[in-house]
C-alpha cells in the first residue's frame, strides 16, 4: 500500500529525539538516519524505450535504522532515537521497505538540531532543608530526579502530589493549581521515575478513600519543560477495605510504558496486583504476590531496562518473609521465591543492571543485607553494624556494574556501602549528615547520587546529592 505522510511532529532534546507521524493508511514503518545529508539519486524506468525519470529517492551507504515503537500496521507512528550528539543535526526520512517495483517508500526528507546539553548535576552541600508538612517518604521509592537542567523532588504528602524545583539553593513548589490529590480520604504513597527520552516524571500514587468510597491507584505524569501537572488516570479502582490502599510502586520498561503495583483485596487480606499501560488503557489487574491469610504489602518493582523482565518484590506481617516474583514475555513465574526474614517494615529497595534483579533490605538483625539475582541467588548478610535503618539500594546500569547501598548506620548518620564490578564489598563509609526518619536515595546520573530524609524538626525534609563512590 502507497502511503502519504499526512502529520509530521519533531521533539529535540539535548541527547535524545522522538518523531511523531501520522499516514493516512496503516503501513509499518521505519527511520533512516544518521548525522550528514544523504545523497539524492534519480529514479528512471524504461518506458516503451524511454529512459523517463520518475523521481528521486534518498541514499547513505549505511544508515542507521529505527523502528516505529506501536507493532503491527498502523496510521500514527512514534521513533525514539536515544544517545545522540548534543548540538547535533540529525538528518532522516521514515520509509516502508516493501514498496512498488522493490522500492522503499520514502517520506519527506528531514533535519532537526538537538539543542546543546546542559550542565552536568554538582553535589550539594551542606544538604538544603525545607519544611514540607504532613510529607510521606517511603524507603525504596525514587523521588529525585536532574532534568531540565536543575534537580526535581516528588515529595507526596497525605493531601496532594507535590513537585519542588531547585532555584538557588532553594526547592521552590511548581504548578500546585494542578496538584493531583485524593478525590476522597488521603494520599498513601507514591512513586515515581524519569522518562529516559521524553522530559516527564512518571509518578503513581495511591488513593486510600473513605468509606464506601472506591479505593484508587492514580497515575499521572509531570512535564519538566512546561512544569506542569497532566491529569490523573486511574489504573486500578477497588472497593473499599481497611487493610488496602497503602503502598505502590512504578516502573518504566525501555519504551518508557508505565507498569504499577499495589495491594488489593482477596479472600480478605491484601495481595500485590501488577498492572500496565501498554495500550490506550489500563491492562486489567493480574496477580503477583500472594500468600492467603497473610496482609502482604509495600511492593516495590523494576523491569529489566534491555530485556523489559518484570520484577517485583514485596513484604508480609508474617514470619515476616520478602517474597519475590517475575514476569519475563508475559508470563509469571509458576512459583514465587521466598527471601528469607526481615524487618517488617517497608525498608527495602529493588533495583538491577541488565537481567539480575537486586535487593537491598534491612534483616531481623538489624543489618544491611543483600539479594542478587534469579534463582539460584546469592545473599549476603550483615554488611553493616546492627542498629542499621532504612536500606537503599542504587546500582549502575550495567551487569556487573557498581551496586551502592544507602542506608542510615547505627549511630543515625547517613552511610553506604559500594561494592565495584565483580568485586567484594567495600568498608562502610559514614557522611556527615543525620537521618532522623524515612531515607529514600536515587542513582539519578552518572556519578551522582542524590537522598531525601527527614531532618530534626516537624517534617523538615532534607535534600542532598553527592558523587557516587565510583567516581
Known amino acids: 500500500m502507497w502511503w502519504v505522510l499526512t502529520d509530521q511532529e519533531t521533539v529535540p532534546f539535548a541527547t535524545a529525539l522522538q518523531v511523531n507521524a501520522t499516514t493516512n493508511v496503516a503501513d509499518h514503518l521505519f527511520m533512516a538516519w544518521e548525522y550528514y545529508k544523504p545523497a539524492r539519486h534519480p529514479i528512471y524506468k524504461t518506458v516503451r ?118 532555584f538557588d539553593s532553594t526547592f521552590v513548589r511548581m504548578d500546585q493549581t494542578h496538584e493531583p490529590g485524593p478525590i476522597t480520604g ?48 486511574t489504573a486500578h479502582s477497588e472497593p473499599y477495605h481497611p487493610w488496602s490502599a497503602q503502598h505502590t510502586s512504578i516502573a518504566l520498561d525501555r519504551n518508557n510504558v508505565p507498569h504499577v503495583v499495589f495491594p488489593k483485596i482477596d479472600l480478605g487480606f491484601p495481595i500485590i496486583y501488577y498492572a500496565n499501560r501498554r495500550g490506550a488503557t489500563w491492562s486489567a489487574a493480574e496477580m503477583a504476590i500472594w500468600s492467603h491469610y497473610r496482609v502482604i504489602t509495600c511492593p516495590s518493582v523494576w523491569i529489566d531496562p534491555f530485556y523489559d523482565a518484570f520484577t517485583v518484590a514485596a513484604v508480609t506481617n508474617l514470619y515476616l518473609r520478602w517474597l519475590n516474583r517475575r514476569l519475563a514475555g508475559g508470563n509469571f513465574y509458576a512459583t514465587m521465591q521466598s527471601l528469607d526474614s526481615a524487618v517488617n517494615l517497608p525498608h527495602h529497595s529493588l533495583m538491577a543492571g541488565v537481567d539480575v534483579p537486586h535487593i537491598a533490605q534491612i534483616a531481623q538483625d538489624w543489618t544491611v543485607e543483600h539479594w542478587e539475582g534469579i534463582p539460584p541467588r546469592t545473599h549476603q548478610d550483615s554488611l553493616s553494624l546492627p542498629e542499621s535503618h532504612f536500606a537503599n539500594m542504587i546500582s549502575t546500569p550495567k551487569d556487573p556494574g557498581e551496586i551502592c547501598i544507602i542506608f542510615a548506620d547505627a549511630d543515625d548518620q ?55 563512590p565510583w567516581v
Open 49 to 166: 524505450g524511454l529512459l523517463v525519470l520518475c523521481g528521486y529517492k534518498w541514499v547513505w551507504d549505511t544508515p542507521q535504522i529505527a523502528e516505529q515503537e506501536l507493532d503491527g500496521d498502523t496510521i500514527d507512528h512514534t521513533f525514539n532515537l536515544p544517545d545522540l550528539k548534543p548540538a547535533s543535526t540529525i538528518w532522516f526520512y521514515l520509509f516502508a521497505p516493501d514498496g512498488p517495483y522493490g522500492l522503499e517508500i520514502q517520506g519527506p526528507l528531514t533535519s532537526v538540531t538537538l539543542p546543546a546539553a546542559g550542565p552536568p548535576p554538582q553535589p550539594i552541600s551542606p544538604p538544603i532543608t525545607w519544611n514540607i508538612p504532613d510529607r510521606i517518604l517511603r524507603c525504596g521509592n525514587r523521588y529525585t530526579f536532574w532534568t531540565n537542567n536543575t534537580w526535581y523532588a516528588m515529595i507526596p504528602t497525605t493531601t496532594a502530589v507535590t513537585m519542588w524545583r531547585l
Open 186 to 233: 488521603t494520599i498513601t504513597d507514591a512513586d515515581a521515575r524519569l522518562d529516559s527520552v521524553l522530559p516527564l516524571i512518571h509518578v503513581a500514587f495511591y488513593n486510600k478513600s473513605t468509606s464506601p468510597n472506591d479505593h484508587l491507584c492514580r497515575y499521572v505524569i509531570y512535564n519538566v519543560a512546561t512544569d506542569t501537572w497532566g491529569a490523573p488516570e
Open 414 to 468: 547517613l552511610a553506604y556501602l559500594y561494592r565495584p564490578p565483580a568485586d567484594d564489598w567495600q568498608p562502610e563509609v559514614q557522611l556527615p549528615y543525620p537521618v532522623t526518619n524515612d531515607l529514600t536515595a536515587n542513582y539519578n546520573h552518572p556519578n551522582i547520587i542524590s537522598c531525601l530524609w527527614q531532618e530534626a524538626g516537624f517534617q523538615d525534609t532534607t535534600f542532598y546529592a553527592f558523587y557516587a
